[in-house]
């Protein structure tokens, strides 16, 4: 009801969406993530050789898993959602 009063009095219409889905709030915290990431500068980059020696071997060799688990646990969205 109030919604309706708004927009009759401004002259507009506001678009009804839903909720965001558990997966969109995800990306929107990885492009947040991603933002955070560029700011890295590479002379600390040497401090993490062997961290990420470690993560790569743990996950068998696998790059883009070790990056990928890395990406999820820094965006605070490590554990799946029911």
């Known amino acids: 009801m109030f919604v309706s009063q708004i927009e009759s009095k401004a002259g507009i219409m506001f678009e009804k969406i839903g909720a965001p889905l558990p997966d969109d709030i995800i990306k929107a915290s990885f492009r947040d993530t991603l933002?955070?990431?560029?700011?890295?500068?590479?002379?600390?980059?040497?401090?993490?050789?062997?961290?990420?020696?470690?993560?790569?071997?743990?996950?068998g060799g696998d790059v883009k898993r070790a990056l990928g688990k890395t990406l999820a646990l820094l965006s605070g969205h490590h554990k799946a959602v029911l």
């Open 35 to 59: 933002k955070q990431l560029q700011e890295v500068e590479d002379k600390v980059l040497p401090i993490f050789e062997d961290a990420v020696d470690t993560l790569v071997t743990a996950e």
